[in-house]
C-alpha cells in the first residue's frame, strides 16, 4: 500500500531545459512534502520542502508545486544541469513518519 | 562536523546467517530512523526511535529484524536470519525533530548482500 507514488521510474532531459518530477499521494493526513536527492553510493540528502498551506516554493533552479485538491505535487529544475543527474524522492510527513515514494531517475543530457 | 555513521558499508553473507548493521545518529539528534532501499519499493521505513524508545516498527518486515538504540548515539539493525531477499541498501537516519517539518539526515547506507 503506496501512499506516496512516483509513476515515473525514469526521465531523461536535454541540459538547459526544464526537468518536471511528479508524485501523487493517498493519505490526505500528509501536512508535510520534500523532496530528496539521492547519488549512487550515498545517502539522500534534503533537496526542497512545502507546507500543506502553500502551494509553490522556489529555491533558485528548484521549485516545488503542491495541488491538495488533486493530492499531486511536483518538482521543477530550471534549467537542468548535468549535475542534477540523480534519483529524486518525493516524501511525505505525517505525525513523526517520513513516508518516501520509489524515485524517479533523472538524466540530464549535455 | 561528522554526519550519520553507518556501517558496514558493504556485507555479503551466505542465506541462514545472522547480520547486524550499525548506526551513530548526529550528536543532538533525537531521532532515529532506520530505512531500507529496495529498486521496487524505494525508500521504506523499518523503524524509528525517539530518545533511544521505539516509536513505531511497524515497517519492521518480520519478526527477523530486530533494532534496538541501547543509548543515544548507537543504534544496531539485526537481521536473524538472513534470506536472499533482504538484500538491499540500509539506510540510518536522524533528525532534530522527527519528520515533522523537520529534515533527515542520512548516512550513507549499508548494502546488503545476502546469497
Known amino acids: 500500500d503506496q501512499q506516496v507514488k512516483q509513476n515515473s521510474p525514469s526521465l531523461s532531459v536535454q541540459e538547459g531545459r526544464i526537468s518536471i518530477l511528479n508524485c501523487d499521494y493517498t493519505n490526505s493526513m500528509f501536512d508535510y512534502f520534500l523532496w530528496y536527492k539521492k547519488y549512487p553510493a550515498e545517502g539522500p540528502t534534503f533537496l526542497i520542502s512545502?507546507?500543506?498551506?502553500?502551494d509553490k516554493n522556489e529555491d533558485g533552479r528548484f521549485t516545488v508545486f503542491l495541488n491538495k485538491s488533486a493530492k499531486h505535487l511536483s518538482l521543477h529544475i530550471v534549467p537542468s544541469q548535468p549535475g542534477d543527474s540523480a534519483v529524486y524522492f518525493c516524501a511525505a510527513i505525517y505525525g513523526n513518519k517520513l513516508v518516501f515514494g520509489a524515485g524517479t531517475i533523472l538524466r540530464v543530457k549535455s | 562536523d561528522a554526519g550519520v555513521i553507518q556501517s558496514p558499508r558493504h556485507e555479503v553473507t551466505e542465506m541462514g546467517q545472522e547480520v547486524t548493521l550499525r548506526c551513530k545518529p548526529i550528536?543532538?539528534?533525537?531521532?532515529l530512523f532506520w530505512y531500507r532501499q529496495t529498486m521496487m519499493r524505494g525508500l521504506e521505513l523499518l523503524i524509528y526511535?525517539?530518545?533511544?524508545?521505539?516509536?513505531?516498527d511497524s515497517g519492521m518486515p518480520e519478526d527477523r529484524f530486530s533494532a534496538k538504540m541501547p543509548n543515544a548515539s548507537f543504534s544496531t539493525l539485526k537481521i536473524q536470519p538472513s534470506e536472499p531477499r533482504d538484500s538491499a541498501v540500509y539506510f540510518c537516519a536522524s533528525s532534530f525533530f522527527g519528520g515533522q517539518g523537520g529534515e533527515l539526515f542520512f548516512g550513507e547506507g549499508s548494502r546488503l548482500t545476502v546469497l
Open positions: 526511535f525517539n530518545n533511544n524508545v521505539p516509536i513505531d
Open positions: 512545502i507546507s500543506s498551506i502553500k
Open positions: 550528536s543532538g539528534h533525537d531521532y
